[in-house]
């Protein structure tokens, strides 16, 4: 099959802000606990972060990480997690019905994130608490001292604020599942009033109200349009939160799924920009896709989970290659969407529905969607360009036309790289791509995902199974990158000048 790519100096997406590679830890199964904090692992450090695990994040290039949920934050007091270890009560975890013994808490967590290169963002609790713990949240991080939080942290040991820029104004509040789930208007009256104290205690935050759960829910579209209603003049961005399964075995309308994730982020941005245009405001709200991935292998399984048990292991999916190939898609799909994904996290990061997986008291490991969103990270810093696209197509249930091309290009000082998916499980794609007003670049290399068996994973025995090579057939014919792309297959194309 043949097809066709043209990118243009002239035709920019926008830059892509670093934070669209953020990631996710909740206290949920062995995220936290067996994931990044073991004490008396053998690669624990000397406050029992797992080193095995934080090389692999920093292999990832995780600039931001969601922090403590969740599901899990609708129900947390912060307090419990800070002060000394001894004294930290055990609570009944009433969203993944387990026992939390508050071991990690903000303190040690915003350390993680230092030695793991990244920072954190941060969620307060909107479900059973509110406002005022809130801005005691934000003063005991951010406040420089001489106030009862800010000395609190410094009692604890911390003499330097933590220095959180990113807060999430509660998690999927209009999901029943959830503790103190709201209506639109209950949700965007305590979202504004928390926003406003939060932002009067450090006005340098940048503060992400609840969107929808997913665009499946009944009351998506008017719940954006009320929350914001209520919140526009106080938040900098309205959340997202997407994932898929391939329930039916239907591989070509699983790989489709990235398209209605587009669906999906062009919606909010519309009823995002039709409230600015009823507030008459200059300000643009734009999009924190705080949660996507792949999540159904683990279903389940987690039904035979024992209720209230310290780190059950919960939600651990093992991804196979079909899935890789979905994740590739979806970070393509956000680059193309960089003027307004300003963040978006992976969820999550260890064990659970995550690219790093663990065993308790041995191996770390990478999974298939590792490699995509590693790629995406370390080469999709800089400019997004528009892809124009010619290619075949395909149908599935709800959608006429599928591309077997899905594809973007980030450029960046003295590189371009082009990252392209090919949905043709039967075909080999020759492609050729026009790079207009781009002079003298060569192909650096030609990176591939592909050749496995779509059900293929990894595991600690076997940890190499599907990693991506060096071996995509791309040259330079003049201005026109001329590249293979295989059946089934993940690609990401290095040119530099
Ligand atoms: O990431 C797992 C869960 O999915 C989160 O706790 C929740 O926000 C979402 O429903």
């Given amino acids: 099959m043949k097809a066709a790519l043209r990118f243009s100096k002239n035709a920019v997406v926008g830059e892509v802000d670093k934070r669209v590679f953020g990631s996710f830890i909740e206290h949920l199964g062995r995220a936290v606990y067996g994931g990044i904090y073991e004490p008396g692992h053998p690669e624990a450090d000397d406050q029992g972060f797992r080193k095995d695990v934080i090389d692999l994040v920093k292999k990832l290039g995780v600039p931001i990480v969601r922090y403590p949920g969740g599901n899990f934050v609708s129900g947390y007091n912060w307090e419990d997690g800070i002060g000394p270890k001894e004294d930290r009560p055990r609570r009944l975890e009433l969203a993944w019905n387990a026992i939390e013994t508050n071991e990690v808490g903000i303190d040690e967590f915003q350390e993680w994130a230092k030695r793991a290169g990244s920072e954190v963002m941060m969620a307060v609790n909107l479900g059973t608490r509110g406002p005022d713990e809130a801005r005691h949240l934000v003063e005991y991080c951010n406040f420089p001292g001489g106030t009862y939080y800010s000395d609190l942290r410094r009692k604890n040991g911390f003499e330097e604020p933590f220095g959180i820029k990113t807060w999430c104004l509660g998690n999927e509040m209009d999901g029943p599942w959830q503790m103190g789930a709201k209506t639109a208007d209950e949700y965007g009256r305590i979202a504004a009033e928390t926003a406003k104290v939060m932002k009067w205690v450090d006005p340098s935050i940048e503060l992400v109200a609840c969107g929808s759960s997913s665009l499946d829910m009944p009351t998506f579209g008017t719940w954006e349009a009320t929350v914001l209603e209520h919140t526009y003049n106080y938040v900098d961005y309205i959340s997202l939160h997407s994932y898929y399964g391939n329930r039916q075995d239907d591989l070509g309308l699983f790989l489709s799924r990235s398209l209605d994730f587009g669906d999906f982020i062009e919606s909010v941005i519309s009823i995002c920009d039709s409230v600015k245009a009823k507030k008459h405001s200059k300000k643009t709200v734009n999009l924190s896709f705080d949660e ?4 159904y292998h683990s279903n389940e399984q987690d039904k035979k989970i024992e209720p209230w048990t310290i780190a059950p292991p919960q939600l651990e999916d093992v991804y196979n290659f079909e899935d890789a190939l979905l994740v590739g898609c979806l970070l393509i799909t956000l680059l193309k969407h960089a003027d307004r994904v300003k963040m978006a996290c992976m969820a999550q990061l260890v064990n659970v529905i995550a690219p790093i997986m663990t065993e308790n008291g041995g191996r770390a490991w990478a999974q298939t969607i590792f490699y995509p969103f590693m790629h995406a990270s370390m080469y999709g810093r800089g400019t997004a360009l528009k892809p124009s696209v010619s290619c075949d197509s395909y149908a599935v249930k709800g959608r006429a036309e599928v591309p077997y091309l899905e594809s973007v290009a980030v450029a960046g000082e003295d590189t371009i790289t082009v990252f392209a998916v090919n949905r043709s499980a039967d075909e080999a794609m020759e492609l050729e791509t026009v790079l207009a007003g781009f002079e003298g670049y060569t192909v650096e290399e030609h990176l591939t995902l592909d ?47």
Avoid: F, Q, Y
């Avoid at 690609?491 to 530099?496: A, C, E, P, S, T």
């Fill in 292 to 295: 996507w991935n792949v999540w």
């Fill in 451 to 497: 050749g496995h068996g779509i059900k293929d994973v990894n595991t600690a025995d076997d940890p190499c199974n599907v990693i991506p090579k060096a071996d995509g057939e791309s040259v330079m014919d003049g201005d026109v990158l001329k590249s293979v792309l295989r059946p089934l297959s993940w690609n990401v194309i290095r040119l530099k000048k």
